[in-house]
């Protein structure tokens, strides 16, 4: 499908528009490229403005990092403790993949269902169409 960009006034593939919900057939009315200039000369006309800004936002960024790594470690330490981890691990390799979806037969996107999380080993292997199926029946 085409479209006519109103800035430009060239005729341009759909995949040369910017996705947008609100439009009448789903994308934005300017191509990327006019978008493009037109974001590049908004900054380019308030540069030091905009240069101000961004140096704010480093600054805030590089005041909060410390605070950030220390939260994220308390994170870390609460919820993925090693011993998780490894019985994870070894769940994982002790469970084998076909590679093929045991409902449909499908070879794409292969997800592993647990009807039951209390027995991690019992793993019923489908694709992610079936998964979901799986998921909105158990609901």
């Not at 009448?24 to 030091?48: F, P, R, S, V």
């Not at 005041?63 to 790594?69: A, D, L």
């Not at 403790?81 to 449909?104: G, H």
């Not at 080993?121 to 909105?136: A, D, N």
Request: proline share 2%; charged share 40%.
């Amino acid at each position: 499908m085409e479209k006519i960009c109103f800035k430009c006034n060239k005729i341009k593939s759909l995949n040369d528009f910017y996705i947008h919900s609100k439009m009448k057939d789903g994308h934005l009315g300017k191509c990327k490229e006019c978008a493009k200039k037109d974001a590049h000369e908004l900054w380019i006309k308030d540069l030091e403005q905009n240069r101000e800004k961004e140096r704010d936002r480093f600054q805030r960024r590089k005041k909060n990092e410390k605070n950030f790594y220390k939260k994220r470690n308390e994170y870390d330490k609460k919820w993925r403790t090693p011993d998780k981890t490894k019985a994870s691990n070894e769940v994982q390799r002790k469970l084998i993949n076909p590679r093929i979806c045991s409902l449909c037969g499908s070879i794409r996107s292969i997800e592993g269902h647990h009807m039951d999380y209390s027995k991690p080993l019992e793993v019923i292997w489908c694709c992610s169409v079936c998964h979901h199926k799986f998921r909105k029946q158990s609901i």
